[in-house]
């Protein structure tokens, strides 16, 4: 029995249509993705830290003497110019009250001096009445020796005597001015404080200001007593501002003194410049907000932006600073977000005629969004970025931005 080719073309039609639903029913549509074509061009690696800015000289005023510092001859912002303008004045200290007993034993000392004073007076007369007597004895002896009627050894001792009562004169006024010294000091004891209507401000100190700036801070405006060291003020220049930046250790050890920064966040329309001066030689534990132990110390950065473009920066004011680890001009780079682990391993899916690879790359320095490619790439390949867990090496693909 022979077949009709009428029938033959409609089982083949039949079977070919089966194909084709079977086809679109257990095809896999392409998978939207975003790519990225790696390009060369300048990469850096930078550091982020929070810092504070502070002036870099800073003069603390205190007292040098223990007495009433005066209420203060300036106010917080108040230029001053070196060594003329007068930025504190303290008094000497007045005497204190006596109480009862003190003022009798004060007294009692008083009238003990003026004794001793007495005394010292009437030695003196003595001592004077005594040397008068031994002068017009010697002067008499020394005639009489011109006439021979004395011997010159009687001479001699006339002029003995006469040098001991001289001697004793003195050693009278000596004690004259002791006990004079004793009574004035004594008399000190009975001084009461003065009044504030009796002040005079010429016997007090003037303390003038040793650099060119402003005012800080003042520790208390007003009138008050103060001991010797007691702080009055602050004093430093604005315009020679620094910045303390907070940093890990671990991040540290990465830089060197010159390295630059972008400082952010400080409240200008524009960022400024600084380079890294110094760090600190030894780390202090802290603990971060996340309650982590943390090894930190200070890295210490000059502002290198002229002062008229930071108008308005002062010192305390909080900043953002990007330090600048490394950096070159020309390196082959790929976003971080095209990149993956595969077996300790970095790797990337590389598309190519709607196809994408994985593809295992060695990677150099690691940027804030880019990494330094050194091989596994070329320049103008495309990559997936964000791949999902769904994209497999071999899978179709398409480009996002071209889906509609």
């Given at each position: ?6 029938t ?8 070919a249509?089966m ?5 679109v ?5 392409p ?5 990225h ?23 603390d ?12 001859p300036?106010q ?16 000497p ?33 003595q ?7 031994a ?7 020394r ?5 021979d009627?004395?011997s ?5 001792d006339?002029?003995q005597?006469?040098a ?17 010294s004793t ?10 404080p003065?009044s ?8 007090c ?22 001991v ?6 602050r ?13 890990l ?31 600190a ?15 930190r ?8 932006t ?7 920066l ?11 680890e490394?950096?070159?001009e ?14 300790g ?31 596994g ?6 990559v ?5 867990d769904?994209?497999?090496s ?11």
């Amino acid at each position: 029995m022979s077949v009709k080719p009428r029938t033959i073309a409609l089982v083949g039609l039949g079977a070919a249509l089966m194909l084709g639903l079977g086809y679109v029913a257990f095809r896999q549509d392409p998978i939207p993705v975003d790519l990225h074509t790696v390009t060369r061009g300048p990469l850096e690696v930078t550091i982020n830290a929070d810092g504070v800015t502070r002036i870099k000289d800073i003069y603390d005023i205190a007292s040098p003497i223990t007495g009433t510092a005066m209420r203060s001859p300036v106010q917080v912002g108040d230029p001053v110019v070196a060594g003329e303008t007068v930025v504190a004045i303290v008094r000497p200290a007045t005497p204190a009250l006596l109480d009862s007993r003190s003022l009798q034993q004060a007294q009692a000392t008083v009238a003990e001096a003026e004794a001793a004073l007495h005394v010292a007076e009437t030695n003196l007369a003595q001592a004077t009445e005594e040397r008068d007597l031994a002068r017009s004895h010697y002067e008499r002896t020394r005639k009489l020796l011109e006439r021979d009627v004395v011997s010159l050894s009687q001479l001699e001792d006339a002029l003995q005597h006469l040098a001991i009562t001289q001697s004793a004169v003195e050693a009278a006024e000596a004690r004259i001015d002791m006990a004079q010294s004793t009574l004035n000091r004594a008399q000190t004891m009975l001084q009461t404080p003065q009044s504030q209507a009796e002040v005079d401000l010429s016997c007090c100190l003037e303390i003038r200001s040793p650099t060119d700036g402003v005012v800080l801070s003042i520790a208390e405006t007003s009138e008050r007593p103060v001991v010797t060291g007691a702080p009055l003020l602050r004093l430093g220049d604005p315009a020679e501002l620094e910045i303390v930046a907070d940093l890990l250790s671990s991040d540290a050890v990465r830089l060197q003194p010159g390295a630059s920064a972008v400082v952010e966040r400080w409240g200008g329309p524009n960022p400024l410049e600084a380079t890294l001066t110094s760090i600190a030689p030894a780390a202090q534990t802290k603990v971060s907000a996340l309650g982590i132990e943390e090894q930190r110390l200070d890295a210490i950065f000059d502002i290198t932006t002229p002062q008229d473009q930071r108008a308005g920066l002062g010192d305390g004011f909080a900043v953002f600073l990007r330090i600048t680890e490394w950096r070159t001009e020309d390196a082959l780079q790929v976003p971080l977000s095209a990149l993956f682990k595969r077996s300790g391993n970095w790797a990337v899916f590389a598309a190519a005629d709607g196809i994408a690879t994985e593809q295992i790359l060695r990677i150099g320095r690691q940027g804030v969004q880019f990494a330094e490619v050194l091989d596994g790439l070329k320049e103008g390949d495309m990559v997936v970025t964000h791949p999902n867990d769904q994209l497999a090496s071999g899978g179709a693909i398409a480009d996002r931005s071209t889906l509609q």
